[in-house]
């Protein structure tokens, strides 16, 4: 095992700004060596098996040969070339094979390169049909609670405002109607009222069919789908399927749509278009939606063309991703995946803290009453070797379906631990070398522990771990599974950065520090009385901030 923090992530950390994250405190990123098929292999050599697939998009596991040959090739005949008014034939065939795949006459495919974006896409296809139509005002949409349909601006609108990540944002765009799915006849006729009084303002209805996947991981039944066709048709607006999650096998069929025989306007595809190797996604309209925008009136043309849009070596990708697809073994795989995920995670609605587990093809869902402390328990599961990343209240398994036996044993292990999230549970693992706690050096005692190197890299804190990590001293602030490793740093600020944390967290300046590679945080008790600032100028300069951090 590598104990070395690689250089890029230590100088680079600085200046990526991470994704759903509080840059401030959130535990630092594991840094990645490489991928092979469901394992994600770490820079120090740990290996964790994928338990989420990359966020659900690596289907066929990672590095799949069929697909790597297909983009090699692509690679070196043409890996971009603009879309406006030149073809090339990765594009135009996985145009014609997603028309083939999906139902009815939904044949109108339009690329694009993310999942948000293919949202948008719908968006402005369902606006502008009603305008192609000379129907004025109907610039609205009816989105479900629980919804999650990506981050751009409009996308924002049609989630859900509570769950959905984005309430700060509420005003900033027009809002829209965001109600409960039809499960029932009051649901279904609350929402037969509302089409009644407003479709002469709504566009489409949106929704995720079978689940609603970043929202909660909420599963319906096709019942539902059929009821909002039914009473799209009834009002005359638009019904958009949003399959980003649930295409390409994730539920069991290939398409929720064709296997619930629900046939949509519209439906976005990305997330395992690619097998998840690549950025793509695709906007695709049913021959109703495509004849209002042919006319010989150029205004009526769809006014859309990402720069990357039809991407070739995307578009090779998901090509080479389909012939998987072809083979037919991914249903096998999700049956047997399915199989698995009953059998382990049922046992998990006896332990406490659990609400409800579920399971619907190649998703497991184990929800608590409660929220989740995400990097807690992220941490945990990577000192068992398995990636797994709750969610708000959920921890949920979305596997490839490839998983081999043996990477599936490593996380049926791990489900009876799902619920190891409650207070007053070990928040780390730690095994301390120095029972008495109380480092000889900085001399303070009860928070500042010494610990084994192995123990350093089992928590949070693992990655500013790493090169700093060498004389095993760690320093565990308000029992955060974070440490501060001292390294050298403690023979050259001769012991002062035990002195300084102590000094602030008794003046109540000191609620939590996160240290992280390139992210030596030492703002909120900076700058005292004791002349930090010498330690502190030291690390800046080290980790490559400014000087003036801890002003
Ligand atoms: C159903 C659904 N729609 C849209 C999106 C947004 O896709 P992207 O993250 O590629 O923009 C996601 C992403 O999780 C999704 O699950």
Redesign the pocket.
Known sequence: MDDEIPDWLVTGATHVWRPYCQMKTAPPPLPVARTHGARIVLTDGRELVDGIAS??TACHGYNHPHILGAVEEQLRRAPHIMFGGLAQSPAYRLAERLAQLLPGDLAHVFLAE??????EIALKMAIQYWINQGVAGRTRFVSFRGA?????LA?MTICDPEEGMHALFAGVMPAQHVVNLPRDSADELALDNLLSSRASEIAALIV?PSV???GGMIFHDYGVLARLRKLADRHNVLLIF?????GFGRTGPMFVCAAAGVTPDII?L??ALTGGTL?L?ATIASARIFDAFWSDNPNAALMHGPTFMGNPLACAAANASLDLFETGTWADNVTRIERGLKRELHACRNLPGVVDVRIKGAIGVVELGQRVDADRLCAQFVDEGVWIRPMGRVIYLTPASSLTTTSWECLRRQSQRFCDVGPGRPKTRLRPVTAQGGHSRSGVPGWCRKYDKASIHSIGGRAPGGRRCRHGTAVMVDEAPFALLLHEYVGRCDGRVGEMLDAGHESGRVHHHHVGIGHFNLRRFGGTEDGAPTCHDGLAAEQGRPAGMNA
């Open positions: 966020w659900w993310s999942g948000s974006v293919s949202v999650y349909h990506g981050d751009t996308a995720e609603q996947g970043a949003d399959e980003i999650f649930t976005t990305s997330k950025p996604s």
